[in-house]
């Protein structure tokens, strides 16, 4: 079945560095995917839509700048935490799908750890 | 807008027992619903889906069904195992809008003990 890989799985990083998460489709096309945030106790946060060839549409609250989402291609998006601080440690996950209405795939999620 | 609500947790049952997991929801429309499943290090999976009223979504002895009156997608599982031990979210996806974001409900934490 159709799977998405997210990469890395755990990464700690120092504070004030930048950080690359990648999530690849692996056997299907994604013209969009999406990047949730999950913070302790608390539920998905939807960061932003990422597509294909396009800018991303982020939520309302997240920084762009901070927070930059590049979708490359129809198989690999990449977030990117820059200028990192201890605040943006958190589970970061992301979604993806052929098309509306079909199934939404998530990757495996990445810890990410600010020190 | 759209919105989840799910009964907060933890839910803390013996083996064999029987678990429910009320899930409510608010939307236009007609939403799709869906569970997610998160087990102790892991990503989201795919639990289960229903995409109509009255349809029952199952997957692994869960079962959920679509309850338009109600607004309501209460997971349940006749007798539960250790290994169900994991984070349930309830989510939905609107039937406009952009295509495919998940709204989800906060998750509730399901340990069961041998």
């Known amino acids: 079945g159709a799977v998405v890989s997210q990469h890395p799985s755990r990464v700690i990083c120092k504070s004030g560095t930048s950080v690359k998460i990648e999530c690849r489709s692996l056997?299907?096309?994604?013209?969009?995917m999406f990047w949730y945030r999950q913070f302790p106790k608390k539920s998905l946060m939807l960061m932003a839509t990422s597509n294909e060839g396009s800018k991303a549409t982020y939520e309302q609250g997240v920084e762009k700048d901070k927070f930059l989402i590049n979708h490359a291609s129809l198989t690999l998006s990449t977030l990117t935490v820059t200028s990192a601080h201890p605040e943006d440690s958190s589970f970061y996950i992301c979604?993806?799908?052929?098309?509306?209405?079909?199934?939404?795939?998530f990757g495996e999620g990445s810890w990410l750890t600010v020190v | 807008g759209n919105s989840v609500t799910q009964m907060e947790g933890p839910v803390t049952l013996s083996e064999e027992a029987f678990l429910t997991i009320n899930c409510t929801y608010t939307a236009t429309g007609y939403p799709s619903l869906f569970w997610y499943v998160q087990y102790p290090g892991e990503g989201l999976q795919l639990l289960l889906k229903?995409?109509?009223?009255?349809d029952k979504g199952s997957n692994k002895g869960f079962e959920a069904t679509y309850r338009k009156e109600t607004t309501s997608f209460h997971l349940e599982k006749g007798s539960v195992q250790v290994s169900d031990s994991a984070v349930y979210f309830c989510?939905?996806?609107?039937?406009?809008?952009?295509?495919?974001?998940?709204?989800f409900g906060k998750g509730t934490k399901l340990s069961v003990k041998p």
């Open positions: 229903a995409t109509k009223a009255d």
């Open positions: 056997d299907f096309q994604a013209t969009t």
């Open positions: 989510a939905l996806r609107g039937s406009g809008g952009s295509q495919g974001n998940l709204i």
């Open positions: 979604s993806a799908s052929e098309g509306f209405g079909n199934t939404i795939y």
